[in-house]
T-cell receptor
Framework: SAVISQKPSRDICQRGTSLTIQCQVDSQVTMMFWYRQQPGQSLTLIAT?????????ESGFVIDKFPISRPNLTFSTLTVSNMSPEDSSIYLC???????????FGPGTRLTVT | GENVEQHPSTLSVQEGDSAVIKCTYS??????FPWYKQELGKRPQLIID?????GEKKDQRIAVTLNKTAKHFSLHITETQPEDSAVYFCAASMDQAGTALIFGKGTTLSVSS
């Protein structure tokens, strides 16, 4: 499976600021996904990022709050904007294995908003 | 949209016993059902999956069964070991490109020696 990395691995941010999370894959993938995992909870899809098109957001998530870029087939960013303590979560990217549609996750970014 | 229910939320077993986790889904169009294991502080890892064209799949000590009529699928772990202790998530999606996974709420499995 693809090797996926995320930066930063963790961060502590002030309320009202923004953080951009990077997801890098070692091979070209068509679909990338961004999930949020709140403490002790399951994974919730934020958006689907397809290279060359606008990201598709799930109900409850909006582009102004979580803008996503997908400039090429190996990279994506998720920005968490105007942060509040409720945004404290682990943010994970995942990639879809071409052909088999299996998804593999990056190591996650642990965000704490104070 | 799809909704996945997972039970139990916690499961404690003795080493060597079997563990069973069950999930139900709502969308009959779903046909891909993966299971992920997440150890504390780690990323979810795909451990086994099943597609709707089969009823059962096995990989060493783990197996997954699927009942499409009843819309439920289960994870079976035999001869449990302490290293099986983790949170397990089931998920459902359609087996096609670009379809996101809908996850259950997770089961915390504790295996005591």
């Amino acid at each position: 499976s693809a090797v996926i990395s995320q930066k930063p691995s963790r961060d502590i941010c002030q309320r009202g600021t923004s953080l951009t999370i990077q997801c890098q894959v070692d091979s070209q993938v068509t679909m990338m996904f961004w999930y949020r995992q709140q403490p002790g909870q399951s994974l919730t899809l934020i958006a689907t990022a397809n290279q060359g098109s606008e990201a598709t957001y799930e109900s409850g998530f909006v582009i102004d709050k979580f803008p996503i870029s997908r400039p090429n087939l190996t990279f994506s960013t998720l920005t968490v904007s105007n942060m509040s303590p409720e945004d404290s979560s682990i943010y994970l990217c995942s990639v879809e294995d071409r052909g088999r549609y299996e998804q593999y996750f990056g190591p996650g970014t642990r965000l704490t908003v104070t | 949209g799809e909704n996945v229910e997972q039970h139990p939320s916690t499961l404690s077993v003795q080493e060597g016993d079997s563990a069973v986790i069950k999930c139900t889904y709502s969308d009959s169009a779903s046909n891909y059902f993966p299971w992920y294991k997440q150890e504390l502080g780690k990323r979810p890892q795909l451990i086994i999956d099943i597609r709707s064209n089969v009823g059962e799949k096995k990989d060493q000590r783990i197996a997954v069964t699927l009942n499409k009529t009843a819309k439920h699928f289960s994870l079976h772990i035999t001869e449990t070991q302490p290293e099986d202790s983790a949170v397990y998530f089931c998920a459902a999606s359609m087996d096609q490109a670009g379809t996101a996974l809908i996850f259950g709420k997770g089961t915390t499995l504790s295996v005591s020696s």
